[in-house]
């Protein structure tokens, strides 16, 4: 849409509450590409060890693979406003859908890392508008009285995809080799463009924009948000301030953040508005919203890594798992969408915030012999919580939002949830090192020659050994051994409950935050014009 188009659209709704068939269409088409994109950050990881052996890479250089993605999609998100106001919403959601098709066909005929990751950048750049513009679309096409269903599968799209990308990544690979889990986005993709093509109207280009478009700000943020990204993400391989490579990233950060912000702060008409973080409910809904994703994608790191450290289980193992996370979501939202009408959300959001807490609270005493049946409860739990923090927080952020803003605050809502899943994998995957490396010293004191139990243990372990034909020397040894192996899996153990007790924590502390909002209801929100 143009920006004029977009300044028109909430009033004509509100005139007339009845939506038509191709809007519909429009909505659920672009519901589809933000789904998609969403899903392609988590669905490599399942599926990380068969394409980094296909491609004779290490694990360390395989993390770029999904850094590359995040990086792009990052700095594209808070672009999508421009060039939305560029190429017209119709024109540009079909142009980068079909580039986004493209460069995931190339993803999945990558012939080494380089080339793997130069096609992760370009498909996280093209797929990461598709994020801030289903919401946009929900906002600018929708009378308020339907934005709480619109809000309620966008909401679906945030939380669903997580849970599902490692789930459908390891079915895939499994059944079909790696590179299906690229092939795959054809089929959404090219039902959003028939969606798109159909339910939004052809407009002008307006590519006298691109010139008075503020490029030394452009060129800022996309210095700060990637290199803040990028920072995190290889934080914590490389020992954090311990390297110079994280050092030169975090300085380029800090440069390009402030930068952004100081001539932001100096135009008149800045690429995307940054003083909406001066309205209080857009501050309190997107600094939720930055610990909403760390929760999110947090607990999406934990819970696989853990499945498959300590309980060995297979991707698609995994992935029947994380799906009790997920399904229970499309039958929640619905009813969580009228309840967000009637209630003040914020009573919703504190109920959400709780059961995600509790959830994570349940996962965090696990022992070496946790499993599907142990965790589906916790899964569930999950699932009722995060359909109820998605949706209100949807509704805080764009009440009072005014229409020619609205492509600016979906964007920076949008990029700051997906900031908050970054540094929240950042903090885990450090908690997780750390806190292994204490419970592996303090257990490590406790277990020695000199204690009485472990010398029966070692023994009795020895005998097995020896009874297996295994000569004496070399069954004492291996003996030490698997005494080793059991103190650092039980280290390992304790730290991912350490890493889930900490999600915990932050969510319940969240609920406190949540107060400091104004109240909001859904009919009243986004669109509906400032109040």
């Known amino acids: 849409m143009s920006s004029a188009t977009l300044d028109r659209a909430p009033q004509l709704a509100v005139e007339g509450q009845k939506v038509d068939a191709r809007t519909?269409?429009?909505?659920?088409?672009?519901?589809?590409?933000?789904?998609?994109?969403?899903?392609?950050?988590?669905?490599?990881?399942?599926?990380?060890?068969?394409?980094?052996?296909?491609?004779?890479?290490?694990?360390?250089?395989?993390?770029?693979?999904?850094?590359?993605?995040?990086?792009?999609?990052?700095?594209?998100?808070?672009?999508?406003?421009?060039?939305?106001?560029?190429?017209?919403?119709?024109?540009?959601?079909?142009?980068?859908?079909?580039?986004?098709?493209?460069?995931?066909?190339?993803?999945?005929?990558?012939?080494?890392?380089?080339?793997?990751?130069?096609?992760?950048?370009?498909?996280?750049?093209?797929?990461?508008?598709?994020?801030?513009?289903?919401?946009?679309?929900?906002?600018?096409?929708?009378?308020?009285?339907?934005?709480?269903?619109?809000?309620?599968?966008?909401?679906?799209?945030?939380?669903?995809?997580?849970?599902?990308?490692?789930?459908?990544?390891?079915?895939?690979?499994?059944?079909?080799?790696?590179?299906?889990?690229?092939?795959?986005?054809?089929?959404?993709?090219?039902?959003?463009?028939?969606?798109?093509?159909?339910?939004?109207?052809?407009?002008?280009n307006q590519l006298h924009l691109l010139f008075k478009a503020d490029w030394i700000g452009i060129g800022f943020m996309a210095l700060g948000l990637g290199s803040l990204t990028i920072f995190l993400e290889e934080g914590n391989s490389k020992d954090w301030f311990d390297s110079a490579f994280i050092w030169a990233f975090a300085s380029l950060a800090l440069i390009g953040l402030l930068g952004w912000v100081v001539t932001s702060a100096t135009r008149a008409d800045p690429f995307v508005n940054l003083s909406l973080y001066g309205q209080r409910n857009f501050l309190v809904a997107t600094a939720l919203s930055a610990v909403f994703g760390m929760a999110l994608y947090g607990s999406s790191f934990l819970l696989p890594l853990y499945l498959g450290q300590i309980a060995n289980y297979t991707p698609m193992q995994i992935g029947e798992v994380i799906m009790w996370a997920g399904l229970p979501q499309l039958f929640i939202m619905p009813f969580v969408a009228k309840l967000s009408s009637k209630i003040d959300n914020r009573i919703l959001c504190s109920f959400g915030l709780f059961m995600f807490g509790l959830s994570c609270l349940m996962n965090a005493y696990m022992d070496a012999t946790t499993g599907y049946d142990q965790l589906v409860l916790s899964q569930v739990v999950r699932a009722l919580g995060q359909p109820f923090v998605m949706l209100t927080l949807s509704n805080f952020a764009m009440q009072g939002i005014a229409p020619k803003d609205m492509p600016s605050a979906s964007?920076?809502?949008?990029?700051?949830?997906?900031?908050?899943?970054?540094?929240?994998?950042?903090?885990?995957?450090?908690?997780?090192?750390?806190?292994?490396?204490?419970?592996?010293?303090?257990?490590?004191?406790?277990?020695?020659?000199?204690?009485?139990?472990?010398?029966?243990?070692?023994?009795?372990?020895?005998q097995a050994f020896i009874a297996k034909g295994i000569d004496a020397a070399g069954a004492a040894d291996k003996a030490l051994k698997a005494i080793d192996g059991i103190v650092r899996r039980e280290s390992y153990v304790m730290a991912y409950n350490d890493g889930f007790f900490i999600v915990s924590a932050i969510l319940m502390a969240c609920i406190v935050v949540m107060w400091l909002s104004d109240e909001v209801k859904s009919p009243s929100g986004g669109g509906a014009g400032a109040h």
């Open 24 to 204: 519909w269409i429009a909505v659920a088409a672009g519901m589809l590409g933000a789904f998609m994109a969403v899903l392609d950050i988590q669905i490599t990881n399942a599926s990380l060890k068969d394409i980094l052996g296909s491609l004779n890479a290490t694990q360390e250089e395989g993390s770029w693979i999904s850094t590359a993605y995040l990086v792009a999609e990052i700095i594209v998100i808070p672009l999508t406003a421009l060039l939305t106001r560029v190429f017209g919403a119709r024109r540009y959601m079909m142009g980068t859908t079909a580039l986004f098709l493209l460069f995931s066909t190339l993803c999945g005929a990558a012939w080494n890392l380089p080339s793997m990751i130069v096609f992760r950048m370009a498909q996280g750049f093209t797929g990461g508008a598709l994020i801030p513009m289903a919401m946009t679309l929900v906002m600018a096409k929708l009378p308020p009285s339907k934005r709480a269903v619109g809000m309620a599968v966008f909401g679906l799209t945030a939380t669903l995809a997580p849970s599902m990308g490692p789930t459908l990544g390891g079915y895939l690979s499994e059944l079909y080799g790696w590179p299906s889990i690229f092939y795959i986005n054809w089929v959404p993709g090219i039902l959003l463009i028939c969606g798109i093509a159909y339910g939004l109207d052809k407009e002008k």
């Open 411 to 462: 964007s920076l809502f949008n990029m700051t949830r997906n900031l908050g899943g970054s540094v929240g994998i950042a903090l885990l995957a450090t908690s997780l090192t750390q806190r292994e490396h204490f419970h592996s010293q303090r257990l490590g004191e406790a277990i020695t020659s000199f204690s009485p139990a472990v010398q029966e243990r070692l023994a009795s372990m020895t």
